[in-house]
């Protein structure tokens, strides 16, 4: 959603010095003027260069003509003229002014800055320029900027809801939610019927966590601009956090029925299936978002977690490798290839996807538990234990971690830390705290190593069978057969 209805102003209405009233040249700039008030800017260009003619020093035709050319989008031609005036009267503040527009009309937001910068320098006062540059430094990113120029004009000029709007994003774009809200509420005040204001303020209250305020605004947003897709989008993600599940898909339905290619809203209703383990209409949504955009994130992770959950393995696998391809630096998606190419049997592959995260964030807990894990299964017990002790250093109530370490002392004789693990992993168990509660195949596999181990043999037997029970649903066949091979060496 853009600032299409925030416009660069346009310069103001010049007079000629006296010297030139009276003749035929003022006759013909004033009625360029008057042509120009009235939007009729190609006649207008046609008297100014009239103007131009009878008088080539005539400085301010050229910023006019310059200005009507603006309007015209003939930016090159405008340039030009302004180009002119300069050569004319090198300390002339509209003509860079008139020039930094140019620069801005085209894209070229550095070259417009610097022309901002010597229109303000040279007449200070001028909000327009500040109004410019605030503009300019929107789109360079610059938010400090923006809201430097815009407490400038709001300072002398409370009322100008441009600079009010330009604030308000800025402060949206800083994460200053609250600050925004107040900036968006005197915008309103000033131009009460503006969606954009109240969709960019529902998204604020939002992201506060005031969702009751933030479907009020979308409501009225949508009230006031009832055909654009990405207000139904939003209000339906909304919804979907109230839990009100039907209103949001009819809002998804609705946002596809305006914009068939949203490939956001397409990933949103995905949501709604997978929780509701429709699994085969998620993953058709999933598909279509992917075909509109091959590059959304959550739509490739959607996936990647539905055939995960279904065994396509291979499937999910290619989807964590387009993450990865997208964002190099994308950990979620290493950490999800790192335990399908565990359940594959990958060793190797496990222990430098985990390496790759360790670069980014040594002290990432999925990856050095998993690191932990197939460090253990491939003999490197040592380096094991290191792994998942960097893990406890950083969630210490992680059970499967401990019972895991406590399988390598007992492996590496050292009784008395082994048991020491085991006891601390079911206090923690007992108290409620297990930060790994949801187990997978390689915490029952650790836990019932670690009851044999502690002479609950039963109970050890009810959860190593568990494990491999998990493994196979998972088809992790290498750990699966690790498992039937535990439990037929105990005699279980």
């Not at 020039?99 to 070259?111: F, H, K, N, P, R």
């Not at 809203?265 to 929780?275: E, H, L, P, V």
């Not at 499937?315 to 391809?325: F, G, M, N």
Request: proline fraction near 3%; aromatic fraction near 10%; glycine fraction near 4%.
């Amino acid at each position: 959603m853009s600032d299409s209805h925030i416009k660069l102003t346009s310069a103001q209405t010049l007079e000629l010095p006296k010297h030139q009233l009276n003749t035929q040249v003022q006759k013909l700039y004033q009625q360029g003027n008057d042509r120009a008030f009235r939007g009729e800017h190609d006649r207008a260009v046609l008297s100014y260069t009239q103007a131009i003619d009878l008088d080539p020093n005539c400085v301010l035709a050229y910023c006019a003509r310059g200005n009507s050319l603006l309007k015209l989008k003939n930016y090159h031609a405008a340039k030009a003229d302004y180009t002119t005036a300069l050569k004319l009267s090198p300390a002339l503040a509209i003509a860079d002014g008139g020039i930094a527009q140019v620069y801005y009309e085209l894209g070229e937001y550095s070259a417009a800055l610097v022309a901002c910068n010597r229109a303000i320098l040279r007449e200070p006062e001028n909000l327009e320029f500040f109004h410019c540059r605030a503009l300019v430094n929107k789109q360079l990113g610059d938010a400090a900027g923006v809201l430097s120029d815009c407490k400038f004009m709001l300072e002398r000029q409370p009322s100008d809801s441009s600079a009010r709007w330009l604030n308000a994003r800025a402060h949206f774009q800083m994460g200053n939610y609250q600050i925004a809200i107040f900036n968006f509420n005197q915008y309103l005040n000033l131009r009460t019927d503006d969606f954009y204001a109240h969709y960019y303020r529902g998204i604020c209250y939002e992201r506060l966590e005031n969702l009751t305020q933030a479907l009020v605004d979308l409501d009225r947003a949508i009230e006031l601009k009832a055909d654009m897709a990405i207000l139904y989008r939003r209000r339906g993600r909304i919804y979907q956090q109230l839990g009100d599940f039907t209103n949001a898909v009819l809002d998804y339905d609705r946002a596809i029925e305006i914009d068939p290619q949203m490939a956001q809203a397409y990933a949103n209703r995905a949501d709604i299936y997978m929780s509701r383990g429709d699994y085969p209409r998620a993953l058709m949504q999933c598909n279509q978002a992917i075909r509109f955009d091959p590059q959304l994130v959550s739509a490739h992770y959607q996936r990647g977690v539905i055939n995960t959950e279904v065994g396509n393995l291979h499937a999910a696998l290619a989807d964590y490798h387009r993450l990865i391809q997208i964002n190099p630096q994308d950990l979620k998606a290493y950490v999800q290839r790192s335990w399908i190419y565990f359940r594959h049997g990958e060793y190797p592959a496990v222990m430098t996807d985990c390496e790759s995260i360790l670069m980014l964030d040594r002290n990432s807990v999925p990856a050095n538990y998993l690191l932990g894990v197939v460090q253990s299964l491939s003999g490197f017990k040592q380096e094991a234990v290191y792994s998942l002790t960097k893990v406890m250093d950083a969630q210490p109530n992680f059970v499967c971690a401990l019972y895991h370490r406590g399988l390598l002392q007992h492996d590496l004789k050292n009784e008395a830390k082994a048991m020491s693990d085991f006891q601390i992993a079911q206090e923690i168990q007992s108290q409620g705290f297990d930060c790994s509660t949801k187990r997978d195949e390689t915490g029952l596999y650790a836990e019932g190593l670690a009851l044999y181990h502690m002479g609950q043999p039963e109970t050890a037997k009810v959860i190593l069978h568990q494990a491999a029970l998990v493994a196979q649903k998972l088809k992790n066949t290498v750990f699966y057969r690790q498992i039937v091979f535990t439990i037929e060496a105990l005699g279980m």
